[in-house]
């Protein structure tokens, strides 16, 4: 047991794993470019911009080196945060805390969502901790902290701290990460952003978000930078206004030392001021809810603004701006129809997406969809947090569910089959819809240069290897300047490909 001091000023702050086979973790595309994490945690380093200079903070991220004992033996409290599908890490993180009699507070995503549940914190921090962190802390070296805390009121952000960038191992990690905004002004009944962080986008402003760019540029990160809003365009009037004219101002300043990669609405295809902007800012990716081609589907699920847009229409123009839509698709509503599976397949192939995050639906806690099945008796268990490349649902589904797990199986074997033809086709018309455009195209270093030598090592004999080596060979002819990209599209097949080998294996 370890003695507890007066006054907790050693603050550990630990980041659970993700586990490898998820859509997100692109651990299977990592080893190719060096790198141990795909993001950084940014929650746990804007919380760690909120202590006052007398805490010693320390981070692990449990993604790029291990929690070991002696991080717990210097800590006088540890402070986790997690998403739903990092819990069993997160469970067994409380666990070693427990064995050292250390203080556990929790926030973030899973905790805010599930605290109920969850067994071994001590204390709580519900939610957005801008409002309530400095009493929290004052209360525990006081030895008088509740259980649990959570803000009456959602923070102004408009004059935020800078996260500290400074603790995180940057080099270990495929991308870093800022925030512009939170809130999302639709309300999608599977979605609990809405409801955990409001209707109405809450924005930092520009020069708060440009002082962070800084701050990164100044600590020598180059390269990917993803706005991790969960919606980048909520208030597109101030966002054009006020942001994006001093954004694309420092990136031309600085000879374009990032790319920016983000989430949006299907509406971004309605602003070509805005795509303009983003275009010549920098952006070359873009996430999209584009969820499903059932209308009646997408009218259940309240997703009214894919319903006002023709989504291959709008997905094409995006991409002509220079942006790659990735796209997320979900399978299990309770309107889709017996051929959704075909569909779905026509869908994303026809939208020419090779990132395509299809999954099926799940009811996290929290949202409206949580709370009409409850309602309706369908709840069978809480979540797992994975949605994709997963073969369960937490609710009694309309569909059979044998017949939702089989479709769901066609649809991933389909659009990542095992000699990735389909994925290699997309990637083909992405290029052809993009074209050649200035901040497409990456530039190339000796680091691109390992990871196209990687890549050639090891691609050209898997399952896929002849279909991967015509994509490298077209895309060499045909479209020069556009090489790198495709370099970098053959190593994240490879981790689509490798997920949905394991998944197929798995048993319903």
Not at 257 to 274: C, G, K, M, V, W
Request: charged share 25%.
């Amino acid at each position: 047991m370890k003695p507890v001091r007066t006054k907790p000023n050693r603050i550990l702050l630990v980041y659970p794993v993700i586990p490898q086979n998820t859509f997100w973790s692109y651990s299977y595309s990592l080893p190719f470019i060096n790198k141990k994490s795909s993001i950084a945690p940014l929650g746990l380093i804007t919380l760690a911009s909120l202590f006052p200079p007398q805490f010693e903070l320390k981070l692990i991220d449990m993604n790029v080196e291990p929690l070991k004992n002696k991080d717990l033996k210097w800590a006088d409290a540890v402070f986790i945060s997690a998403m739903i599908v990092q819990k069993e890490s997160f469970n067994n993180v409380i666990e070693r805390c427990k064995q050292y009699a250390l203080i556990v507070v929790a926030g973030g995503p899973y905790p805010t969502s599930s605290w109920e549940e969850i067994k071994g914190v001590d204390h709580f921090v519900i939610g957005e901790a801008e409002d309530i962190l400095k009493n929290f802390l004052l209360d525990l070296e006081k030895g008088v902290a509740s259980a649990k805390y959570q803000a009456k009121n959602r923070p102004d952000l408009s004059h935020t701290l800078i996260p500290r960038f400074d603790l995180l191992k940057m080099n270990a990690y495929g991308s870093m990460s800022v925030q512009y905004s939170r809130g999302c002004p639709f309300k999608c009944e599977f979605c609990d952003i809405w409801k955990v962080y409001g209707n109405k986008p809450r924005l930092k402003s520009a020069a708060n978000l440009i002082s962070e760019l800084d701050t990164l540029y100044t600590l020598g990160w180059r390269g990917a930078v993803f706005l991790v809003d969960d919606n980048f365009i909520g208030n597109k009037h101030r966002l054009k206004k006020e942001l994006m004219l001093p954004l694309m101002a420092w990136q031309k300043k600085r000879k374009y030392p990032f790319r920016f990669f983000t989430e949006a609405s299907i509406n971004l295809a309605d602003d070509d001021d805005l795509l303009r902007f983003m275009q010549l800012s920098g952006f070359n990716e873009v996430f999209i809810g584009l969820e499903t081609p059932s209308e009646e589907s997408l009218r259940e699920t309240g997703k009214t603004q894919n319903l006002k847009s023709d989504i291959p229409t709008a997905v094409a123009k995006i991409q002509s701006y220079g942006m790659e839509v990735m796209g997320g698709f979900i399978l299990g509503f309770d309107n889709d129809p017996d051929d959704i599976f075909n569909r779905m397949c026509t869908f994303i192939n026809e939208l020419a997406i090779p990132t395509a995050m299809v999954g099926i639906l799940i009811a996290l806690p929290g949202t409206q969809l949580y709370k009409r099945l409850e309602r309706e008796g369908r709840i069978l268990k809480s979540t797992s947090g994975n949605n994709t490349h997963c073969l369960e649902t937490n609710f009694i589904t309309r569909m059979d569910q044998t017949q939702l797990i089989k479709g769901y199986r066609n649809v991933l074997g389909t659009i990542y089959d095992k000699r990735l033809k389909s994925y290699f086709d997309r990637c083909n018309r992405l290029l052809d819809n993009i074209g050649e455009q200035p901040f497409f195209n990456r530039e190339v270093h000796w680091k691109e240069i390992k990871m196209g030598i990687k890549s050639l090592v090891r691609q050209p004999f898997t399952s896929y290897g002849y279909q991967y080596l015509k994509f490298l060979v077209h895309n060499l002819l045909k479209k020069n300047k556009n090489f790198a990209e495709t370099v970098r599209m053959g190593i994240l097949g490879h981790h689509l490909h490798t997920i949905t080998r394991q998944t197929l294996t798995l048993r319903d």
